[in-house]
């Protein structure tokens, strides 16, 4: 099941957003699904309706064998072998119906964090690298729920430094098996989990990956940590004292365990950003729900202003990391459907497939994650006092919102991933982003003319031109700041992040934007899509651009600082004030359309 090779999805260049102009036809969106599908969809929402949800408490008291049983009910669904090829036990899905089984499920954060780990970066890289022989033996197990995986790469002093673990494996004189002597920190699933992925240097040099069961001598699980939140998740230290690993489970090659640790983290970032959708989702309905039934001043509060503004709010950044995470996924099954039978054969093709959009994983992650706090953060502020105590679910989305900008490589991380894979990609030729900056460039130095917003009917006219002059701040800004420090840009964290923000309103905005053009043109065609879907779309883009261009214009202005002073640095200002000039949206008009639709639906609008 995926994306027909008939589709006019297109497998852009990853990264290519900021440079090129996409049709809403080349973009999938959520209502591009088959039937298939939704009745994917439907199910999964299902289970976490009649099965997470009913059993939240107990998972988060940690009732022995309660989320466990969960994991394998999840199996039994077909949920945790959507990845694993058929062969193997799997179901072999496409990358868009594993998408849509994680933002269904993820209504609970302590059981979304335990699927997640194990579909993800405990099974990812056996599909990957595992040899016949191991694939054979675990990804069954895997695939049924049977086994859950865990995935240790962490050390008390080596989070995002994964490169300096200090977990070493020593091979036996007589090549039969390793011994891993070291500790890992903060893993996910470990104190449920029956198979580990390993990461230890080999004579305290080649980094590596190995599998060990949970049985093998010498591997103890410590106790449980006691966190902030998703506290129904199992967290525990993993120690190895002497621990003997066959040498046949050895994942990969020898000192090549980079590309494991590595690439997996591009599929962890995504779908930790579609995990904080179905979060978010979840969370705004509650805030819906419960808005409508409070009363104060002899009305419901949803019928005030500032409580809808924090309903459009939440809906609309919630719209924008749906748009870029079914962008993303369809770009990826695109990809994938492009190969060749003969490179279908070969995991590492498909892993460099996904690979190509690492960039547009990082912002996902990092958006998605400040999406879902934002959005937790309305929901206590929606509740009152009610939200700040533990009888009411505000409260726990709340503390579990935070540890999305920390695991899968931290938002700071991220934020220099982006920007630094871009201009990676850009000093190698394969993205040609240093003519498009010097074209532009030479543009801003010339009198202005254009007008914003200026002659066309187009739909979201405003709204696509505030798109190209936020494109146009990213390229500018970047410029700036290549010409300031060069090959030391990698050095100036500050302004890689700011940098890495701007980049990141592109997507979302351009994602929101072609996805709002295509359920409008679906509308002038009299299909299935609603006027009210297409106009509460075209609303939530509107208060999207206006947002756009201020955390644009805002992050600029940091980046020309610190690389310009002087009439030199006004100069620039001036230059970032002519791009960023444009006639801003009725945004009170807007919110309280968004949110008026959410309330009638009470849930998330589309």
Same mark, same amino acid.
């Given at each position: 099941?995926?994306?027909?090779?008939?589709?006019?999805?297109?497998?852009?260049?990853?990264?290519?957003?900021?440079?090129?102009?996409?049709?809403?036809?080349?973009?999938?969106?959520?209502?591009?699904?088959?039937?298939?599908?939704?009745?994917?969809?439907?199910?999964?929402?299902?289970?976490?309706?009649?099965?997470?949800?009913?059993?939240?408490?107990?998972?988060?008291?940690?009732?022995?064998?309660?989320?466990?049983?969960?994991?394998?009910?999840?199996?039994?669904?077909?949920?945790?072998?959507?990845?694993?090829?058929?062969?193997?036990?799997?179901?072999?899905?496409?990358?868009?119906?594993?998408?849509?089984?994680?933002?269904?499920? *993820?209504?609970?954060?302590?059981?979304?964090?335990?699927?997640?780990?194990?579909?993800?970066?405990?099974?990812?890289?056996?599909?990957?690298?595992?040899?016949?022989?191991?694939?054979?033996?675990?990804?069954?197990?895997?695939?049924?729920?049977?086994?859950?995986?865990?995935?240790?790469?962490?050390?008390? *002093?080596?989070?995002?430094?994964?490169?300096?673990?200090?977990?070493?494996?020593?091979?036996?004189?007589?090549?039969?098996?390793?011994?891993?002597?070291?500790?890992?920190?903060?893993?996910?699933?470990?104190?449920?989990?029956?198979?580990?992925?390993?990461?230890?240097?080999?004579?305290?040099?080649?980094?590596?990956?190995?599998?060990?069961?949970?049985?093998?001598?010498?591997?103890?699980?410590?106790?449980?940590?006691?966190?902030?939140?998703?506290?129904?998740?199992?967290?525990?230290?993993?120690?190895?004292?002497?621990?003997?690993?066959?040498?046949?489970?050895?994942?990969?090659?020898?000192?090549?365990?980079?590309?494991?640790?590595?690439?997996?983290?591009?599929?962890?970032?995504?779908?930790?950003?579609?995990?904080?959708?179905?979060?978010?989702?979840?969370?705004?309905?509650?805030?819906?729900?419960?808005?409508?039934?409070?009363?104060?001043?002899?009305?419901?509060?949803?019928?005030?202003?500032?409580?809808?503004?924090?309903?459009?709010?939440?809906?609309?950044?919630?719209?924008?990391?749906?748009?870029?995470?079914?962008?993303?996924?369809?770009?990826?099954?695109?990809?994938?459907?492009?190969?060749?039978?003969?490179?279908?054969?070969?995991?590492?093709?498909?892993?460099?497939?996904?690979?190509?959009?690492?960039?547009?994983?990082?912002?996902?992650?990092?958006?998605?994650?400040?999406?879902?706090?934002?959005?937790?953060?309305?929901?206590?502020?929606?509740?009152?006092?009610?939200?700040?105590?533990?009888?009411?679910?505000?409260?726990?989305?709340?503390?579990?919102?935070?540890?999305?900008?920390?695991?899968?490589?931290?938002?700071?991380?991220?934020?220099?991933?982006?920007?630094?894979?871009?201009?990676?990609?850009?000093? *190698?030729?394969?993205?040609?982003?240093?003519?498009?900056?010097?074209?532009?460039?030479?543009?801003?130095?010339?009198?202005?003319?254009?007008?914003?917003?200026?002659?066309?009917?187009?739909?979201?006219?405003?709204?696509?031109?505030?798109?190209?002059?936020?494109?146009?701040?990213?390229?500018?800004?970047?410029?700036?700041?290549?010409?300031?420090?060069?090959?030391?840009?990698?050095?100036?964290?500050?302004?890689?992040?700011?940098?890495?923000?701007?980049?990141?309103?592109?997507?979302?905005?351009?994602?929101?934007?072609?996805?709002?053009?295509?359920?409008?043109?679906?509308?002038?065609?009299?299909?299935?899509?609603?006027?009210?879907?297409?106009?509460?779309?075209?609303?939530?883009?509107?208060?999207?651009?206006?947002?756009?261009?201020?955390?644009?214009?805002?992050?600029?202005?940091?980046?020309?600082?610190?690389?310009?002073?002087?009439?030199?640095?006004?100069?620039?200002?001036?230059?970032?004030?002519?791009?960023?000039?444009?006639?801003?949206?009725?945004?009170?008009?807007?919110?309280?359309?968004?949110?008026?639709?959410?309330?009638?639906?009470?849930?998330?609008?589309?």
């Amino acid at each position: 099941m995926s994306v027909s090779t008939a589709s006019p999805i297109v497998a852009a260049a990853g990264g290519s957003f900021l440079l090129e102009t996409r049709a809403p036809a080349e973009v999938l969106t959520p209502e591009d699904l088959n039937e298939e599908q939704r009745q994917v969809a439907a199910t999964a929402a299902q289970f976490a309706r009649e099965e997470i949800l009913p059993n939240a408490a107990a998972i988060e008291a940690k009732q022995p064998g309660v989320l466990a049983g969960l994991m394998r009910r999840a199996g039994e669904l077909g949920f945790t072998s959507v990845d694993i090829p058929e062969e193997y036990g799997g179901m072999g899905m496409d990358k868009t119906t594993s998408t849509l089984i994680t933002d269904h499920l *993820s209504v609970l954060a302590s059981f979304s964090t335990a699927f997640g780990a194990h579909i993800g970066i405990a099974t990812l890289p056996l599909v990957w690298y595992g040899t016949e022989e191991q694939k054979r033996r675990y990804l069954p197990k895997l695939a049924s729920g049977e086994w859950i995986g865990a995935y240790g790469l962490s050390e008390a *002093s080596s989070g995002s430094d994964a490169m300096n673990i200090r977990t070493r494996a020593t091979l036996s004189a007589d090549g039969s098996h390793y011994t891993l002597n070291g500790e890992k920190q903060w893993i996910t699933n470990c104190g449920i989990a029956s198979l580990f992925t390993v990461f230890a240097k080999i004579d305290g040099e080649k980094f590596s990956a190995f599998l060990v069961e949970r049985d093998t001598p010498g591997l103890t699980v410590g106790a449980e940590e006691h966190k902030l939140g998703i506290r129904g998740s199992s967290t525990c230290p993993l120690v190895l004292a002497d621990c003997r690993v066959p040498a046949a489970n050895l994942l990969g090659e020898a000192g090549k365990g980079h590309h494991i640790a590595f690439n997996v983290l591009n599929v962890g970032r995504f779908k930790l950003g579609v995990a904080c959708i179905g979060g978010a989702r979840h969370a705004l309905a509650d805030m819906i729900r419960y808005a409508k039934q409070r009363i104060a001043f002899g009305k419901p509060i949803a019928e005030f202003g500032l409580i809808q503004r924090k309903i459009s709010a939440s809906a609309t950044r919630l719209y924008a990391a749906e748009s870029m995470a079914y962008r993303t996924v369809g770009m990826i099954d695109a990809g994938l459907d492009a190969l060749t039978p003969e490179q279908t054969q070969s995991p590492r093709q498909a892993q460099k497939r996904i690979e190509e959009y690492a960039v547009e994983c990082s912002i996902l992650k990092v958006y998605g994650s400040e999406m879902l706090t934002l959005v937790a953060d309305e929901l206590v502020a929606t509740m009152g006092g009610y939200g700040f105590v533990e009888d009411y679910p505000a409260e726990r989305t709340y503390r579990d919102a935070r540890i999305n900008r920390i695991f899968e490589g931290t938002n700071e991380i991220n934020r220099l991933i982006i920007t630094g894979w871009l201009m990676k990609r850009a000093l *190698s030729g394969q993205l040609p982003l240093l003519p498009a900056i010097k074209k532009l460039m030479d543009e801003v130095t010339q009198p202005p003319s254009f007008d914003l917003g200026a002659g066309t009917d187009e739909p979201l006219a405003r709204e696509a031109e505030v798109l190209a002059a936020v494109k146009k701040i990213a390229l500018f800004s970047a410029g700036v700041a290549s010409q300031r420090f060069m090959t030391g840009l990698q050095d100036q964290q500050e302004v890689m992040a700011d940098l890495a923000d701007i980049i990141a309103q592109v997507y979302a905005l351009e994602s929101a934007l072609l996805r709002a053009r295509k359920l409008a043109g679906r509308n002038a065609a009299g299909s299935s899509a609603t006027a009210a879907m297409a106009q509460v779309a075209a609303n939530m883009t509107g208060l999207l651009a206006d947002e756009s261009m201020a955390l644009a214009e805002q992050a600029g202005r940091r980046v020309l600082a610190a690389c310009a002073e002087g009439d030199f640095l006004r100069t620039q200002l001036a230059i970032l004030r002519r791009l960023a000039r444009f006639t801003p949206g009725d945004a009170v008009g807007l919110s309280r359309a968004v949110a008026r639709y959410a309330i009638q639906l009470e849930r998330y609008p589309l």
